[in-house]
């Protein structure tokens, strides 16, 4: 009976104190206090990894594309290295059939004859009834000393200069000094790239705020990098040695190479000889040693390029000409469009327990660049801008001397508005081929590199390689393969 009443007691009290749980509302608002708070803490840790995800990859992003802009730099530099050194190999053809010209002194050795002759016709001319043919005669006999003098001073300074230079530039053709610079810039090309892009996205990640390791790789459109296996048979830079590759082509390459040659040294020839001889060409012409000089001097380049230096010494060669190609856009990025990729590792979470990245490969930003010569651009032509000055009167190879004569006047600038002068209207027009040509060969120097759209096909598997090349090495990479280009182009930001 007592057990019972006990339990009946602890009965009531329980619903007692149920009953009057709802009166007493005090720390209730605590509570639901403590459970919004911490779903604003989870809230706020999603939005600040989410933060950190898209700013890091933002960042990421502007290393991958200093990084290939960097690379891409780097090839149409050497692009315009090689293109600058066929023109001095031709320049140096050029210059040492010059002095050897002027070592030998075998126009020099002519012109006596040729002033001792007008000396023997002058008298003729002197007491002739008709005045200008008397005049003629005195003319003769007072010009004939002053040539004889102008062309020993020439022969003179020439053989001088020769002395000093002629065995510069007979060294730099025997030992084929040019070309075995050409042959080292085009192997250490791919290594220059890959060191240039990855110094690039290094620094980026060390401007950070957080210190991070950042790394690049260069790749070719073939899922090769730069420098890679393919290397051997297809070389990054599209050029071709004419002298040591082995080509199905060869040669075709070989002849291209070699009248190439022939054009740029005879056209430098012509330019040294137009520049050091127009004292000859307009007051000495007498003597006929400009005449005699360009004579010997083209025989002195043949000798060089027909007989001594016939398969050597030849100019490096586009690989590929504009006719030989049937698709052009597969060409294009084929051999002249890269790829940039800058690998970090995986950001850590905040809140590891809760957050969790679904991707569980490394991060990866890339970018795509294309090697190419810009078209001339149209630009605003004032009336009569492009008349030329007055000229030289020659002087020393490269360094004319010029013509006294009126300053040329200052070109005006372009008016806003062009019916503002009404007399004189600015006139639209491209930029001088001479200064802008836009051929694709290694004879322009116009070579130049910009960032495209990203949309390479072969994108995806560049991403799914894991790269093991100039010390980049370690990242895992996402499986790519399965992906269509469509699928791709949808999901990437380029």
Not at 301 to 315: C, F, K, Q
Request: charged share 20%; aromatic share 10%; proline share 7%.
């Amino acid at each position: 009976m007592a057990r019972r009443n006990r339990t009946l007691n602890a009965s009531t009290t329980l619903c007692r104190r149920v009953h009057t749980l709802h009166r007493d509302e005090g720390g209730s608002l605590s509570i639901v206090s403590v459970f919004a708070l911490m779903m604003l803490v989870l809230l706020l840790g999603m939005v600040m990894n989410s933060a950190r995800q898209v700013d890091q990859k933002v960042k990421l992003q502007n290393a991958a594309d200093s990084a290939t802009y960097a690379g891409g730099v780097v090839l149409s530099r050497n692009m315009n290295t090689l293109a600058f050194t066929n023109h001095l190999l031709s320049d140096v053809f050029a210059l040492t059939a010059y002095f050897r010209e002027a070592r030998d002194r075998s126009s020099e050795s002519l012109t006596p004859e040729i002033l001792n002759n007008w000396e023997r016709v002058a008298p003729a001319f002197q007491g002739s009834e008709f005045p200008p043919f008397d005049q003629l005669g005195y003319a003769i006999e007072e010009k004939v000393p002053a040539e004889r003098d102008m062309v020993f001073t020439f022969s003179e300074w020439s053989y001088a200069a020769a002395e000093m230079m002629l065995p510069v530039f007979e060294e730099i053709l025997a030992q084929r000094m040019i070309p075995e610079f050409q042959r080292s810039l085009t192997d250490a090309t791919p290594v220059m790239v890959q060191y240039a892009a990855d110094e690039v996205a290094r620094r980026h990640g060390q401007a950070w705020p957080v210190n991070t390791e950042l790394r690049a790789v260069m790749w070719r459109t073939n899922v090769d990098p730069v420098g890679g296996i393919g290397e051997m048979s297809r070389r990054t830079l599209p050029v071709v040695d004419p002298v040591m590759d082995v080509t199905l082509d060869q040669d075709r390459y070989f002849r291209t190479a070699r009248v190439q040659r022939e054009q740029l040294a005879r056209r430098y020839l012509r330019d040294w000889n137009n520049e050091s001889l127009h004292s000859f060409d307009v007051l000495g012409k007498m003597s006929q040693f400009s005449n005699l000089w360009r004579i010997f001097t083209c025989g002195q380049l043949t000798r060089l390029l027909e007989v001594e230096y016939p398969a050597t010494n030849l100019p490096f060669q586009i690989r590929d000409e504009r006719n030989d190609i049937a698709d052009v856009n597969s060409h294009l990025e084929t051999d002249f469009m890269f790829v940039g990729v800058v690998y970090r590792q995986q950001l850590n979470n905040m809140v590891p327990g809760v957050f969790r990245n679904p991707v569980a490969t490394d991060t990866q930003a890339y970018s795509e660049t294309m090697l190419f010569v810009p078209r001339r651009r149209l630009l605003k032509i004032y009336p009569g801008s492009s008349i030329p000055a007055a000229g030289t009167i020659g002087g020393v190879p490269g360094e004319g001397l010029p013509l006294p004569g009126p300053p040329t006047p200052d070109t005006p600038p372009p008016p806003r508005d062009p019916e503002e002068n009404g007399e004189q209207l600015w006139t639209i027009g491209y930029q001088s081929r001479g200064w802008y040509p836009h051929d694709w060969n290694l004879i322009n120097q116009n070579w130049a590199t910009q960032l495209v759209p990203a949309t390479t096909s072969t994108i995806p598997a560049i991403l799914s390689v894991s790269p093991e090349i100039n010390g980049v090495t370690g990242f895992d990479t996402p499986d790519l393969y399965s992906l269509s280009v469509e699928d791709f182009r949808w999901l990437s930001h380029h």
